[in-house]
């Protein structure tokens, strides 16, 4: 699966504040450079990349 599918599972996921939470500030942080690269790693982390790691952002049950 592609990681921008992976992204949108995990959004899905989480119809509350999290899901929210997460879909805006990938929004934010795509529009910031054409460049920025969607990635799913760090043990099954959301990522962008821009010449190197930028941001690693994710969900966690208990916070």
Same mark, same amino acid.
């Given at each position: 699966?592609? @990681?921008?599918?992976? /992204?949108?599972? $995990?959004?899905?996921?989480? @119809?509350?504040?999290?899901? %929210? &939470? $997460? &879909?805006?500030?990938?929004?934010?942080? $795509?529009?910031?450079? %054409? =460049? /920025?690269?969607? =990635?799913? *790693?760090?043990?099954?982390?959301p990522a962008r990349d $821009? %010449?190197?790691?930028? /941001?690693?952002?994710? /969900?966690?049950? &208990? *916070?």
């Amino acid at each position: 699966m592609e @990681p921008s599918a992976e /992204i949108d599972g $995990l959004i899905a996921r989480h @119809p509350d504040w999290r899901g %929210d &939470a $997460l &879909a805006e500030a990938r929004r934010v942080i $795509l529009s910031v450079d %054409d =460049g /920025i690269v969607e =990635g799913w *790693k760090y043990m099954g982390s959301p990522a962008r990349d $821009l %010449d190197g790691p930028l /941001i690693v952002g994710d /969900i966690f049950e &208990a *916070k």
